[in-house]
Nanobody
Framework: QVQLVESGGGLVQAGGSLRLSCAASGRTFSWYFMGWFRQAPGKEREFVAGISNSGSTTHYADPVKGRFTVSRDNAKKMVYLQMNSLKPEDTAAYYC??????????WGQGTQVTVSS
């Protein structure tokens, strides 16, 4: 089992940067593909970025490509989301999640990101 805790959210002006962190507990963290998701008020949760268990492969949603970078440190049991050139439409609660065999099985509580124009 994996427990996840996000941090690093906050209020930032458009064009600014934030780095989100996700701390994991559990001995099997390195087994899991990890993802970042976000949910804005009144909208469905959407995939933002994902990273393979080794960190060698990453995936990004089109709206964040070229601006966001996902990374992980298995020794520290951490996953990061570096967000640059932030836009007001990036405002959302951001969640990290650990993927089991076929679905994201474990979720954090989320951290709020607000981008002002």
């Amino acid at each position: 089992q994996v427990q996840l805790v996000e941090s690093g959210g906050g209020l930032v002006q458009a064009g600014g940067s934030l780095r989100l962190s996700c701390a994991a507990s559990g001995r099997t963290f390195s087994w899991y593909f990890m993802g970042w998701f976000r949910q804005a008020p009144g909208k469905e949760r959407e995939f933002v970025a994902g990273i393979s268990n080794s960190g060698s492969t990453t995936h990004y949603a089109d709206p964040v490509k070229g601006r966001f970078t996902v990374s992980r440190d298995n020794a520290k049991k951490m996953v990061y989301l570096q967000m640059n050139s932030l836009k007001p439409e990036d405002t959302a609660a951001y969640y990290c999640a650990a993927k089991g065999d076929s679905e994201y099985k474990y979720w954090g509580q989320g951290t709020q990101v607000t981008v002002s124009s």
